[in-house]
């Protein structure tokens, strides 16, 4: 039995940078994490692999589409499934062995297993009981189910089975066109797979500027992704090698089948939870079955705490990374906070995809005075010499004030792109600021400050 003033639990992006936050800041920390290595979800299965299949993936897009434009030959180039798995086996170890080296640098220690919470201030793993002044539920979330779908993970596949697939199919059904399919479609689809989103609600990406959003399905259809809008999956059934996938159209209640070699199920996660005991300790839950925290991350039970994706808010490993902070400077004794307005989100497929802030629809809804500066990425030279010129910036400004109240990026690298907004929105920056900002050229970034000259008196190359 040890004594800590600080036991995390689960060594994901909230929970490593917790443990680490709150090492550098003096206390004796642990972090439990059950799995082989650390890092979560987002490292082992989730953000980390992904991104690299998608890298691959565009890779050989590039290939086969560009390199001739440039003047380049190669030969037909093929793909090793099992040698590019290989290098996605290889950053996931690079990034996970990362964090290990982290963690011993700054004296956190791992307690290896699985923890559960027998009374407050103690954790157990194993058959040891450790104790602590402060502990940290950071346990993340895991696919949720959906009715009538047995997922196996070989033909009907989560995300995680979606990333080590044991062959590159022909076919595959995506029920859902949040980011998880529409990033895992993209791969599948460059590799040449016929890939059918299909999705409940009448456009892709809920909660996306609608404008970007339906800009975004146009540029993945033209990459050959299919959608099947309001259509509502009843169920999905093994057939010999392949899967049937069933939905009705919201629209006239019809019933159509559709079959693929892989269904990939990609309609939200839902916290991790099950199993630490939090019921036997009457820790408040809320209806969708997040722990309840209140704004300093406590929960109802006293030296308890809880963040990232196991409590409410956007399930990113960024928004669990700023509370993890936030929470550690809370139990230090300092002033931990997390800004929710300026929370980006991205879609790392090609173009990427990225917003902060209110979209148009929200602005409409809260009845605020905006205006919109927007820009294509036509415009943008360099764009253009990389054949990513479809797209465009999007800026939303306060009306009155020029205050940037929401961007919304569909182009080359809106995932880097994004963050100068981010910053901007941090200062309270007008759309004035930041195109009074010089911009280097030629760069992708132009086009945010065009899109900003566009809320006042116009773009330059527009
Ligand atoms: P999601 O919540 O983003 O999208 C799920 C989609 O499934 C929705 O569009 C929903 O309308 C649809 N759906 C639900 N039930 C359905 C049914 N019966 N039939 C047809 N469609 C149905 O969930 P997703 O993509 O699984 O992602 C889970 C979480 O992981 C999200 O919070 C996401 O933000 C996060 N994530 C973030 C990434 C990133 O930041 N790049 C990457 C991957 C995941």
């Given at each position: 039995?040890?004594q800590?003033?600080?036991?995390?639990?689960?060594?994901?992006?909230?929970?490593?940078v917790?443990?680490?936050?709150?090492?550098?800041?003096?206390?004796?920390?642990a972090?439990?994490?059950?799995?082989?290595?650390l890092?979560?979800?987002?490292l082992?299965?989730?953000?980390?692999?992904?991104?690299?299949?998608?890298?691959?993936?565009?890779?050989?897009?590039?290939?086969?589409?560009n390199?001739?434009?440039?003047?380049?030959?190669?030969?037909?180039?093929?793909?090793?499934?099992?040698?590019?798995?290989g290098?996605?086996?290889d950053?996931?170890?690079?990034?996970?062995?990362?964090?290990?080296?982290?963690f011993?640098?700054?004296?956190v220690?791992?307690?290896?297993g699985?923890?559960?919470?027998?009374?407050?201030?103690?954790?157990?793993?194993?058959?040891?009981?450790?104790?602590?002044?402060?502990?940290?539920?950071?346990?993340?979330?895991?696919?949720?189910?959906?009715?009538g779908?047995?997922?196996?993970?070989?033909?009907?596949v989560t995300?995680?089975?979606?990333?080590?697939?044991?062959?590159?199919?022909?076919?595959?059904?995506?029920?859902?066109?949040?980011?998880?399919?529409?990033?895992?479609?993209?791969?599948?689809?460059?590799?040449?797979?016929?890939?059918?989103?299909?999705?409940?609600?009448?456009?892709?990406?809920?909660?996306m500027?609608?404008?970007?959003?339906?800009?975004?399905?146009?540029?993945?259809?033209?990459?050959?992704?299919?959608?099947?809008?309001?259509?509502?999956?009843?169920g999905?059934?093994?057939?010999?090698?392949?899967?049937?996938?069933?939905?009705?159209?919201?629209?006239?209640?019809?019933?159509?089948?559709?079959?693929?070699?892989?269904?990939l199920?990609?309609?939200?996660?839902?916290?991790?939870?099950?199993?630490l005991?939090?019921?036997a300790?009457?820790?408040?839950?809320?209806?969708?079955?997040?722990?309840?925290?209140?704004?300093?991350?406590?929960?109802?039970?006293?030296?308890?705490?809880?963040?990232?994706?196991?409590?409410?808010?956007?399930?990113?490993?960024?928004?669990?990374?700023?509370?993890?902070?936030?929470?550690?400077?809370?139990?230090a004794?300092?002033?931990?906070?997390?800004?929710y307005?300026v929370?980006?989100?991205?879609?790392?497929?090609?173009?990427?995809?990225?917003?902060?802030?209110?979209?148009?629809?929200?602005l409409?809804?809260?009845?605020?005075?905006?205006?919109?500066g927007?820009?294509?990425?036509?415009?943008?030279?360099?764009?253009?010499?990389?054949?990513?010129?479809?797209?465009?910036?999007?800026?939303?400004?306060?009306?009155?004030?020029?205050r940037?109240?929401?961007?919304?990026?569909?182009?080359?690298?809106?995932?880097?792109?994004?963050?100068?907004?981010?910053?901007?929105?941090?200062?309270?920056?007008?759309?004035?600021?930041?195109?009074?900002?010089?911009?280097a050229?030629?760069?992708?970034?132009?086009?945010?400050?065009?899109?900003?000259?566009?809320?006042?008196?116009g773009?330059?190359?527009a």
């Open positions: 039995m040890s800590f003033d600080l036991i995390v639990i689960g060594a994901g992006p909230g929970g490593y917790c443990a680490i936050r709150a090492a550098q800041l003096g206390l004796k920390v972090c439990v994490e059950g799995r082989d290595t890092g979560g979800t987002c082992n299965v989730g953000c980390i692999p992904s991104k690299a299949l998608l890298h691959a993936t565009h890779s050989l897009h590039e290939a086969h589409e390199f001739a434009k440039m003047g380049i030959t190669v030969d037909h180039p093929t793909v090793d499934w099992a040698k590019m798995q290098y996605k086996a950053v996931i170890g690079q990034n996970t062995k990362g964090i290990e080296f982290l011993k640098k700054n004296k220690t791992w307690l290896k699985w923890a559960t919470l027998p009374a407050a201030g103690q954790v157990k793993v194993g058959d040891d009981i450790h104790t602590a002044k402060a502990i940290v539920i950071a346990t993340g979330s895991e696919p949720s189910s959906l009715p779908v047995p997922v196996d993970e070989k033909i009907i995300s995680t089975g979606a990333l080590a697939l044991s062959a590159i199919p022909k076919s595959m059904v995506v029920i859902g066109a949040g980011v998880i399919g529409l990033e895992m479609g993209s791969v599948y689809a460059r590799l040449g797979a016929e890939v059918t989103v299909v999705e409940y609600l009448d456009a892709i990406t809920p909660g500027d609608a404008e970007i959003a339906k800009a975004f399905q146009k540029l993945l259809q033209k990459q050959g992704i299919k959608f099947v809008l309001g259509a509502a999956v009843q999905a059934e093994v057939t010999g090698d392949g899967a049937k996938v069933s939905y009705k159209l919201r629209k006239d209640d019809s019933a159509h089948d559709i079959t693929a070699d892989v269904v199920v990609a309609t939200g996660r839902k916290p991790y939870v099950a199993g005991g939090l019921d300790l009457g820790v408040e839950m809320l209806p969708r079955g997040q722990v309840k925290t209140d704004d300093h991350f406590r929960t109802s039970v006293p030296g308890l705490y809880a963040i990232g994706d196991a409590i409410s808010g956007p399930m990113l490993a960024h928004k669990a990374e700023d509370e993890g902070v936030a929470v550690a400077e809370i139990i004794g300092k002033h931990g906070h997390v800004n307005g929370i980006p989100g991205v879609v790392y497929t090609t173009p990427e995809v990225a917003s902060v802030g209110a979209t148009e629809e929200q409409k809804e809260q009845g605020r005075a905006y205006k919109v927007k820009f294509s990425f036509m415009g943008n030279g360099r764009a253009k010499a990389v054949f990513q010129g479809e797209g465009m910036v999007k800026m939303l400004a306060d009306k009155a004030t020029d940037i109240l929401g961007c919304h990026i569909i182009g080359p690298a809106a995932g880097d792109l994004i963050h100068e907004v981010c910053v901007a929105m941090e200062f309270g920056a007008s759309a004035e600021d930041l195109a009074r900002t010089c911009h050229h030629p760069t992708y970034s132009e086009a945010v400050r065009e899109a900003a000259l566009a809320c006042g008196d773009a330059i190359h």
